[in-house]
């Protein structure tokens, strides 16, 4: 392997050569900026060898790196080693950003190639702009690797189907008209969308183009007098593709989209969202136009559920909350007995819930870290690494489903053992944060960055923290990680809104120990208005039990003990209809009161 | 008065025809970008009468405006009645911001002027590529009022004295050094000082051309080569100037800095920091020289007090301390003898203060607002709408000295009767924010808006908020608010470091009731450095009883009593040497513990 991404290096410093740049970037996303990417647009994992989620890699004639943040730091170590890849820690004192790099490395005058389809207008910007202070000059090079991957995958192909009414809850014409009054109050007349959760949530159109997120490669173009989408024919059954024409719904193939937005006649006021569109796009919009910038709307509009998909959220929580407990009550009886490891873990959380109605997949592939694997934050288990779970210690296990009623994501940390003191209070402190937050409440126009605060304060009394967000947005039976909000310390002035699904998980790292983490699903509601303002509240969606054995009683105060106590009685009276007689038992055990 | 301030609107509209302006824009700050402001500079109140210390106008041709904060609210809607001049609240639902309301009031292609001298670059910036987008032009038009205020005060011109090193700690020399050495970390050779205080830390000089502030008009320019300081000669005495000149630094007239400017040779890189610095500044440098744009170094630089500062602050806050002890003594021994208003009480305030070694002043006027004026967030008190004390409900006082070995902020609320279950729990709500802010320990880079909610989530819980920020830095013997850093909601990206002074001030306003706040100075010390960060922590500066008598005990848990205790016995522990023998007991009462 490591030969192997020798090589791919010196066949990428060919073509560099060929096409007279110095430096080549790879952010490592798709046309989409997507998250997770199909094998075709698996850039960074080709050149690099390395297989995190997060990170970019930049190529120069004598230089390579890659910048990765802390989650993935242990595991980029390991995969870089002996590639001449040089790791560059994000965020972290002494390292430097990709912007100084390239100024340390190259030249005044040196040109530096990145491909416009697979970089935000932002970044494209931001670095161009950064970058020409020191006489860099940063250019749209296209995609370098095309023509030296010779086996690169085809894109996907796969089918797309209807995310039916009665999931998905409001008619795509609806959205659709919805989307055009927005853009008309953003003094705009068209968006182009090409977010690929934002194409599947207005078109009520799902698909399987990659794992996890059920979404398929589009884009479309929305405006009054006219609705694009851009996909491959060949992805849409004659019955669909009919039911959509007839809907005034006008079909294009996926790539031409440059196409169409050159020939856009004058007086179009485009909605471009910086931050979620590609450089191409931008650069492929005609002068005679007029841009305008601001949020995507179907992003802005997603992230606010409606009831109707609310109260389908609380009963895909309630599946979920069953194939957690059933996996719990298998844990314990199954643990002394036969071979379990970290890996038959993540197959065993997957299988619970495929036996759920509605269950169309996992919404990310499991994190189980037992013991030291538990201190990798996004740690990949796989048969190979995994390790065996002996009756010792913390388990921990992230993990999520796809239902066509809900997306979850829920992390629980079990005590295996008696614990030492500072595991508990390590647990308890944790444990503290996540309360905190859940019982937050707060005025409107309230951001993320202002609320995050709670969840750490009781760790950073003890010279603790944890190294990512607090909570991220989580979308409808789609992306498990959903904006434009989150709850991080790093500045996002996206206010949570009433209806805004959130996810609460704090953590601690204890490494080459254990790894804690305690997460549950909130949705945020209106709470009273007063002359003070107008307040809002969460309310937890996620029904599991939290492992009383890992909690020391005399660190919580009696709101957090109430807020567990009725919590815990809450998962039972909830759930106890749903299981099996055998089980009953079990969870009533869980959720006793401490 | 609203006679006279229509005809000076009416004649500032005469001088815009001249000028052809369709609006003129009135920041009402001076060259340094002030907040307090010599009489010369009262633009704003010499053109609306509204006498707050924050807002701007605009006037129209047909339509004046005032926008202002909450703070103001009740004042300017008094002080504008019959004027002609809508008040425009800022940061209020269904009220325009400054730039919207020109859209809304002007044509596409006019002419909006503002005197280039009294904006700052961004704000400038800001505004007219906004208006721009809108096709409207805001232009440098110079100071319109010069033209129609006949009896215009001239600048002020008050002498210079040093602020003696055994106060200053740092020779000034010592300080210009330490500025070019961060000039050329940031890549530039040549700032240009223009905030007065920057100036005055810089040099170790104060002045008395303001009301509170110590400073005196000039600009600086600091290079490794020469310093430079435009001032008008006459503010320096003989001796001073021999001394100044003997270290090498150049003085040149206050009104030659354009001149200056505009003869900088090719090369120069000079820092801007575009907040800090008006826009005819900018707008004076040639092309050849470059401009780096960055926080002004000076600025940075004072916020973080030396050693030597902090323990010379730490005495400033035990003669506060005395004064504000005798003050509450008094208080206590008048109130039913003798005729006691608002204004009694702010005299009082300044007058305990005056009579402690090296007292300079006051550092603003005091803020007394008792019962319905304690609502009035800024409410100035005069001799003619001073409420009379009675022995009845809550009585606030905001003040604060000058002296030569630091400058003093504290809020005191008392309770003049047996209080109400209501009128306790928001007190004890608000002491609990101020202890929370107080005990808080957080890693380094934290920013203030994330430890804002600290102080307000016990108000938020109950509905209730405030509409200020909570704490403000504090200057050394200096200005009373001094940046770049703050505790509030609003975005501001300077991390609270180690050695930084700023005030703690949770309040709550009943409106038509009474106000409620507690005000300490605190410095952030640096706490423990561990594997997950290295934390920081508050020491509280302000020693000064807090009324027990308004608590509602039940409200605090263990470690809110613990540290109100610990407190106070501090308080006691630390004045009861510098007070009377008839004091000592009063000052054991008021810090007895809960």
Known sequence: MKELIKNRINNLRLVMQKKGLDSYLIYGTDPHLSEYLPTHWQTRPY?????????????????????????????????????????????????????????MNLEKGATVGTDEWCISVSQFRQLQSNLGQS???????????????????????????????????????????????ELEKSGANLQIITALDDLAWTFNLRGTDVEYNPVFMAYASISREKTILFVEERKLQQE?????????????????????????????????????????????????????????????????????????????????????????????????????????????????????????????????????HGAIVHFHVSEENALPIEKDGFLLFDSGGQYSDGTTDITRTVALSELSTRQKTDFTLILKGMISLTLAKFPVNTRGYHLDILARKDLWQHGMNYGHGTGHGVGYFLNVHEGPMAIRQEFNDRAIEADMVLSNEPAFYRLGEYGLRTENMMVCLKDESTEFGDFLRFDTLT????????????MLNSEEINWLNNYHQRVFEELEPLVDEELKGFLKEQTRAI
Not at 153 to 175: F, G, M, N, V, W
Not at 543 to 554: R, V, Y
């Open 47 to 103: 050149i690099s060898g390395f297989t995190g989620s997060a990170g970019m890699v930049i190529v120069s004639h004598k230089k390579a790196a890659l910048w990765t943040d802390s989650r993935y730091f242990l595991q980029a170590e390991e995969q870089l080693a002996g590639t001449g890849i040089e790791l560059v820690k994000m965020r972290t004192p002494g390292f430097p950003e990709p912007a100084e790099w390239l100024k």
């Open 135 to 181: 006489g860099i000059n940063l250019v749209e090079s296209g995609d370098l690797l095309n023509e030296m991957w010779t086996d690169r995958p085809s894109l996907p192909d796969s089918a797309i189907y209807e995310h039916e009414l009665r999931y998905s809850c409001t008619d795509r014409q609806e959205k659709i008209n919805t989307i055009c009054n």
């Open 240 to 372: 669909l593709k009919s039911k959509l024409e007839s809907e005034g719904i006008q079909l294009m193939a996926y790539n031409n989209l440059a196409n169409y937005l050159r020939q856009l006649p004058k007086n179009t006021r485009i909605l471009i969202d910086p931050d979620r569109t590609n450089q191409a796009i931008r650069g492929n919009i005609p002068d005679r136009c007029v841009v305008v910038e601001s949020l995507s709307i179907p992003c802005k509009l997603k992230a606010i559920k409606t009831d109707a998909e609310i109260k389908n959220i609380r009963q895909a929580m309630l599946k979920d909350g069953v194939a957690m407990v059933e996996f719990l009550f298998w844990l314990e009886n199954n643990l002394s007995e036969i071979r379990v490891t970290e890996y038959t873990i993540a197959e065993k959380l997957t299988e619970f819930r495929s036996k759920q109605p509605d269950y169309k997949g996992i919404s990310f592939f499991p994190i189980v870290g037992y013991k030291e």
């Open 543 to 554: 029904l599991c039990p939290i492992d009383t054995n890992a909690i020391d009683k005399s």
